[in-house]
């Protein structure tokens, strides 16, 4: 049981290129999110996926894209890529509801240069 | 507005002593959840308790209690017995039950970084 996994762990881009930040939850949960963290800042919602089939975006979501390929799967994408993004990704999962405890992966640390 | 406001960017405690992490939020819902998480230098993100709106007591796990005060929309979290292992970022979220851009994501703090010394 691997909870919820990101790939890649690191990754560095120069600006203009483009990349996908992969993740997936074995935990059958319904909704799933990215985040991103910088410092100073907590974490703030890039975009929310609340069932398979819907997204939404959060409160930062420019410059992002995001495909829910199945219930497992919640995929981030940077289609021209600015130090701006330069920031810790994480993605997480949980049920619906209000008690429902969201589950983090390990994160991606992404440099833009 | 900030939902959710951590006024302690820093904190210190010595080893075995109690710490309380400050955290307000601002809600017009009446039904919404409350969470700390703690952050390691390591970067993963850990679960550490929840209070619910409508939960007349405190919450506990083991040395960790959240200090919930419902009218003046504050849910403190308390570490008794500081470790050495406690420091860390904290993070206070929450989450409301009515539909809103977030859906039911999490609103989180800016966070408070604990040093424990020895």
């Known amino acids: 049981n691997a909870g919820v996994t990101q790939t890649p762990k690191f990754q560095v881009l120069k600006t203009g290129q483009s990349m996908t930040l992969q993740c997936a939850q074995d935990?059958?949960?319904?909704?799933m999110y990215w985040y991103r963290q910088d410092p100073g800042m907590g974490l703030r919602l890039i975009y929310y996926?609340?069932?398979?089939?819907?997204?939404d975006k959060g409160e930062v979501p420019n410059g992002y894209n995001v495909s829910r390929l199945n219930k497992r799967e919640f995929s981030l994408r940077l289609e021209s890529a600015a130090p701006s993004q330069t920031s810790v990704y994480f993605c997480?999962?949980?049920?619906?509801?209000?008690?429902?405890?969201?589950?983090f992966g390990p994160g991606t640390r992404l440099t833009v240069t | 507005a900030q939902k959710i406001t951590q006024t302690q960017p820093g904190m210190f405690v010595q080893e075995k002593e109690a710490v309380t992490l400050d955290c307000t939020y601002d809600?017009?819902?009446?039904?919404?959840?409350l969470f700390w998480y703690k952050q390691p230098s390591s970067g993963e993100m850990i679960f550490l308790i929840y209070?619910?709106?409508?939960?007349?007591q405190n919450a506990t796990e083991g040395r960790y209690s959240l200090n919930f005060q419902k009218a003046r929309k504050s849910a403190n979290l308390v570490i008794s017995a500081s470790q050495l292992g406690d420091s860390a970022m904290y993070f206070c979220?929450?989450?409301?039950?009515?539909?809103?851009?977030?859906?039911?994501?999490?609103?989180f703090g800016k966070g408070t970084t604990l040093s424990v010394s020895s």
């Open positions: 997480a999962s949980s049920d619906p509801g209000l008690v429902s405890e969201q589950y």
């Open positions: 935990m059958n949960h319904n909704s």
């Open positions: 996926s609340a069932s398979e089939g819907t997204t």
């Open positions: 809600t017009s819902d009446q039904s919404y959840g």
């Open positions: 209070q619910g709106s409508y939960d007349e």
């Open positions: 979220a929450m989450r409301e039950a009515v539909f809103n851009q977030a859906g039911t994501a999490l609103i």
